[in-house]
Nanobody
Framework: VQLQASGGGLVQAGGSLRLSCTISGRIDSINFMGWYRQTPGRQRELVAAITSGSVTNYVDSVEGRFTISRDNAKNTVYLQMNSLKPEDSAVYYC??????????WGKGTQVTVSS
């Protein structure tokens, strides 16, 4: 399983960005996909997740501002981030979690929100 993430960048507070994560390989084994973020000195945290049945879940700090979605035809998962805040600045990673309890990670993409 390989993941390719894109879409990070620099945006002003209140702005929006959309992250994309395209997955390839044995995707039939994937139970759910997640977007994580990490800042220096802190643990990586799960921001949003979406199951193979499109059930979604969010960390409280992004609820109502971020939306995770998937396009099965394109094997791509998106994270639409609106009303961005400086505290959303981080390296964002997409991950695929398999039914066999394996986790596959994409390369991180930097999101920087200026105040």
């Amino acid at each position: 399983v390989q993941l390719q993430a894109s879409g990070g960048g620099l945006v002003q507070a209140g702005g929006s960005l959309r992250l994309s994560c395209t997955i390839s390989g044995r995707i039939d084994s994937i139970n759910f996909m997640g977007w994580y973020r990490q800042t220096p000195g802190r643990q990586r945290e799960l921001v949003a997740a979406i199951t193979s049945g499109s059930v979604t879940n969010y960390v409280d700090s992004v609820e109502g501002r971020f939306t995770i979605s998937r396009d099965n035809a394109k094997n791509t998962v998106y994270l639409q981030m609106n009303s961005l805040k400086p505290e959303d600045s981080a390296v964002y990673y997409c991950a695929a979690h398999s039914s066999g309890a394996s986790t596959y990670w994409g390369k991180g993409t930097q999101v920087t929100v200026s105040s």
